[in-house]
C-alpha cells in the first residue's frame, strides 16, 4: 500500500518511527529487508534497510548536534578522504568493536593552510556515518577552556563533565597562545578531560599547529597516533 498523504515536514523526508515509511525524495517505499548472515554463528536474519536519504539526513542531524560547522555538514566523505585516511578511520573505529583493543588518541598537526579543520569536520561525518549510535563532539580549544574558565564562576561543572561522556571528543586549534593556558586551574581540568577519557577507553582527536604546542599544555605526545598534515 502506497502511503502518499504523510504530512510535509523535514524537506519532505519522512522518517517518522513506523514500520515502514515513505521517502519522497528517492520513491522509497516501506521498510526494505535485507538478508544477513552472522559471521560467528552462521544464522541467517532479515534486517530493516534505510534508504540512503534517511541515513544521510540522521546523519546530518547528528553533525549538527556535534558542532560541526553547516559548510562542513554537506561534504561527501567518499570524495574528500583517500583510500589510505579512510582506512586509518576505521581503524580508529575498529576500538568500539572489540573491547580488548586499546583506543589511541589521535593527532593532526600542520601549519594554518593545511585544512586540518575541513579534515577533522569530514573525518566526524565518516565516523557517525559509520555508526549512528556514536556521539561525536567537536570543539575549539578556545571554546573548551571557556566553558572550563566558566566553571570556577559558577560552580556548575555538568557541562565540562560532558566532555568526559562523548564517544569521540575533537578539539581543534590547541595553541599554546590563548591566555586561558596561563590559568593553572583551566590546565588542571583540561587534562583531567584526557585522563577520564583514556580510563574509558573514549578516544579524543586533537589539531594543532606544531607538536612543540603539546610541550606548553603538558600533553605528552606519547599518548597520540600523530598524523602530519602540509
Ligand atoms: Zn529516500
Not at 522518517?15 to 515513505?22: A, K
Not at 559548510?71 to 578511520?89: I, T
Not at 567537536?138 to 556548575?156: A, E, P, S
Not at 561522556?165 to 578539539?171: A, C, Q, V
Amino acid at each position: 500500500m502506497e502511503i502518499s498523504n504523510y504530512d510535509d515536514w523535514n524537506d519532505g523526508l519522512d522518517f517518522r518511527p513506523t514500520y515502514s515509511y515513505f521517502c519522497e525524495k528517492c520513491g522509497y517505499k516501506g521498510t526494505f529487508l535485507k538478508k544477513a548472515t552472522d559471521p560467528e554463528t552462521g544464522l541467517s536474519y532479515t534486517i530493516a534497510q534505510d534508504c540512503e536519504c534517511k541515513v544521510e539526513y540522521i546523519a546530518k542531524m547528528r553533525m549538527k548536534a556535534a558542532g560541526i560547522h553547516p559548510s562542513y555538514r554537506d561534504l561527501d566523505c567518499k570524495k574528500e578522504l583517500n583510500e589510505k585516511e579512510q582506512q586509518a578511520l576505521d581503524k580508529f573505529y575498529d576500538f568500539y568493536k572489540d573491547e580488548n583493543k586499546i583506543a589511541k588518541n589521535l593527532l593532526v598537526y600542520g601549519p594554518n593552510q593545511s585544512k586540518k579543520t575541513k579534515f577533522l569536520a569530514v573525518a566526524s561525518k565518516y565516523l557517525i556515518m559509520k555508526s549512528l549510535n556514536l556521539t561525536v563532539k567537536y570543539i575549539t580549544f578556545h571554546d573548551l577552556l571557556l566553558t572550563i574558565n566558566k566553571t570556577w564562576k559558577t560552580g556548575d561543572y555538568s557541562e565540562v563533565e560532558e566532555f568526559y561522556s562523548y564517544d569521540i571528543l575533537i578539539i581543534d586549534k590547541v595553541e599554546a597562545g590563548t591566555h586561558f593556558v596561563k590559568q593553572n586551574m583551566n590546565m588542571v581540568t583540561f587534562n583531567s578531560i584526557f585522563d577520564k577519557r583514556d580510563l574509558e577507553q573514549k578516544p579524543t582527536i586533537v589539531s594543532c599547529g606544531k607538536l612543540d604546542d603539546l610541550d606548553y599544555i603538558n600533553l605528552d605526545a606519547g599518548r597520540f597516533i600523530p598524523r602530519e598534515m602540509k
